[in-house]
């Protein structure tokens, strides 16, 4: 199983939105994600719903910056053959999260589903 690109966002002060997107390799691990609908995670449930790529791009544009420093070093063919993957990668929406929520607990949540890409945790402007 890969890890994958698990963006957990956090609220003008810093704190955790409950808010959590996931990239996910196939239609059939959104439709196994989609079977955890209000499932708990500790004593909160969590809404999962499909989103687009275009949704996940535009909640998560902010960890694109974080994400291109960490892959710096990568060569020029492996980082197209990751943008190439990218594309064809299906997403999901996780929502009432526990703030306390990590990115481990979402992998265990969505256990029998591929996760592809890197966790990042989006911080607003203060760094919090």
């Not at 053959?81 to 306390?100: A, C, D, F, H, R």
Request: charged letters at 30%.
């Amino acid at each position: 199983r890969t890890l994958s690109k698990v963006v957990i966002t956090t609220n003008e002060r810093g704190k955790p939105s409950g808010d959590a997107f996931v990239q996910l390799e196939s239609e059939a691990d959104v439709d196994k994600a989609r079977k955890h609908n209000r499932e708990y995670i500790g004593k909160r449930f969590v809404v999962v719903e499909k989103i687009d790529q275009s949704q996940f791009v535009r909640e998560t544009q902010d960890s694109e910056i974080l994400t291109r420093k960490t892959t710096a070093t990568v060569s020029t063919d492996k980082r197209n053959s990751v943008e190439q993957k990218m594309v064809t990668n299906y997403y999901i929406k996780l929502s009432g999260l526990p703030w306390k929520a990590t990115e481990k607990e979402i992998a265990e949540f969505l256990v029998d589903c591929e996760i592809v890409g890197n966790v990042v945790i989006i911080n607003n402007e203060t760094g919090r």
